[in-house]
């Protein structure tokens, strides 16, 4: 058992550099802002937009329209790489052809990108170390299909809470209600069951990925020398640390309480993996895994299923046949063997994800030393890299009438190769789980996460747009795909 104490004080391992920094900062900005003007360093690549000379317009351009921006560039530039400004600096968008070499690039750092673009500095948020992602696969992957059991018992509870059963058609917002269900089942498998009931809990969470998401929002569109000082008039910022300071008492008595009475969740939650591993961990590990998984976990599942929902709505005639695919294999019990029967809805989430996925670009990766490609060009240490996934997925070369949504279109293609176009699986241009040794390690839970709610879920419903409205239409922010 960990030696754990519990700090009373705040405890706030991020937020920017201390004000007196921020006060020098003033008397050079002047200086930064006018290098960054009229002095850019020299890409080895062509710029999307490069026309526009002011490198905040093109910032902003694409913080704007990503989607028109990527498609562009993709199509601008076809199977060569090529610069993107972003909030955070120039990126290399580059093409599936060197995916196979920089897969399992030792030099290439996943962790160093996602902190970079989720500003790790102000918000706490950056991606997990090396370390915690092998427990997570080597432990708790293991142990998914143990979750069964409580997850259909807990889905069909919470359904009915959230949806309750109603005579006739019933208009209701969808992301609220499914991120609590999520929540509650997240919560179970990565922190514990005591947690996955306690309401503060749940609401802290579902609050902490809301500003999270507030704050960069707010933060990323001042240019990066003004941060320092633009973050105490941004209100999510106080918001956030009142959050993750609630969090760190939450997480702190837990752990003590854990430690006291010297018990474990069955199946075991992520934490009881991590501290069976290391009983020497550090509260604040734990404290930043939770919350990274809190991101990484309980708002993409969220998305994804939200997703899914408005597409079915959208199509409610052929929505129906997923019904009777359930009635079919439904026997009272959901197994492995039963939701891999879900072909039809195994290829309805996938379209939904191709047309949709949480992230319009993936393969994030910052160069941790200077490589050189096979193509000869040289990539600098601290380099980002990433795929334009969302563009490829939109590419009719690889989906036949690419822009409609097909909802059996991955069911035929198992026809033909059974093993492939699983909602599970990762390719070239299959890319929403992103590619290679950092491809999402949570997407064996989040499977059968999704397939018990929405078999349950249309066992029981019918859904539609309200009054033959069109779908849904996404908030898009850089590379984020918000429902
Ligand atoms: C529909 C839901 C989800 C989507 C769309 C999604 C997507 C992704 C993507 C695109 C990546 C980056 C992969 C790459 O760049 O190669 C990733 C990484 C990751 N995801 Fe997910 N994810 C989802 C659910 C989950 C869940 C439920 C968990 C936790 C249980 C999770 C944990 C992680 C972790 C820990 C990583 C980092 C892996 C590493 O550092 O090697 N994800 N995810």
């Known amino acids: 058992m960990p030696n754990i104490t519990v700090n009373e004080r705040p405890i706030v391992p991020f937020d920017g550099s201390p004000w007196i920094w921020s006060g020098l900062l003033l008397l050079p900005l002047a200086a930064v802002l006018l290098r960054n003007a009229f002095f850019s360093k020299r890409l080895p690549v062509p710029v999307i937009y490069s026309e526009v000379k002011d490198t905040q317009a093109r910032k902003s351009k694409y913080l704007q329209f990503p989607r028109e921006t990527l498609g562009h560039g993709y199509k601008t530039f076809g199977s060569a790489i090529w610069g993107l400004d972003t909030s955070q600096g120039i990126k290399l968008v580059i093409p599936t052809t060197y995916l196979d070499e920089l897969k399992s690039h030792p030099s ?43 997850l259909q018992e807990t889905v069909e509870k919470e359904l009915a809470d959230i949806f309750p059963y109603e005579q006739d058609w019933t208009e209701t917002s969808v992301y609220h209600k499914v991120t609590r269900l999520v929540g509650r089942v997240s919560t179970r498998a990565f922190y514990g069951e005591a947690a996955s009931r306690d309401e503060a809990w749940l609401e802290l969470a579902q609050a902490y990925i809301e500003t999270v998401l507030e704050y960069l929002q707010a933060l990323k569109p001042w240019p990066e020398a003004l941060r320092p000082v633009a973050r105490f008039f941004l209100p999510q910022r106080a918001k956030l640390l009142k959050q993750w300071n609630q969090a760190h008492r939450h997480l702190s008595a837990t752990l003590v309480a854990r430690a006291a009475s010297n018990s474990r969740n069955d199946p075991p939650s992520v934490i009881d993996h991590i501290i069976d591993s290391n009983p020497h961990v550090k509260v604040d590990e734990l404290i930043h895994t939770q919350m990274a998984l809190v991101v990484a976990g309980i708002h993409t599942t969220s998305a994804a299923l939200t997703q899914l929902l408005f597409d079915m709505a959208a199509h409610p005639e052929q929505s129906r046949e997923l019904r009777d695919e359930v009635d079919g294999v439904f026997d009272g019990h959901w197994t492995k063997q039963s939701l891999d029967q879900l072909k039809k809805l195994d290829s309805w989430m996938k379209e939904s994800q191709r047309m949709n996925s949480a992230d319009l670009t993936t393969f994030q990766r910052q160069a941790l030393k200077p490589l050189r490609l096979t193509s000869g060009l040289s990539i600098d240490k601290g380099t980002r890299l990433e795929i334009p996934t969302a563009a490829i997925h939109f590419d009719d070369m690889y989906f036949s009438n690419a822009s409609k949504f097909e909802p059996l279109r991955f069911y035929e293609m198992r026809k033909e190769e059974p093993a492939k176009h699983q909602y599970i699986s990762t390719g070239k241009n299959d890319l929403a789980w992103g590619y290679g040794r950092h ?24 859904v539609k747009m309200k009054d033959g409205l069109p779908r849904h239409r996404n908030l898009e922010f850089e590379a984020n795909v918000s429902v």
């Not at 918000?123 to 432990?139: C, E, H, R, S, Y």
């Open 108 to 150: 290439l750092s996943f962790t160093e990108s996602i902190s970079n673009d989720a500003m790790k500095e102000y918000t706490g948020v950056g991606g997990l170390p090396d370390n915690i992602v092998q427990i997570f696969k080597a432990k708790f992957n293991p142990t998914v299909a143990a979750y069964l059991p409580y």
């Open 439 to 462: 491809a999402c390690p949570g997407r064996f839970f989040a499977h059968v996460e999704m397939k018990i709610f929405m078999a349950e879920f249309v066992r029981r419903w019918d």
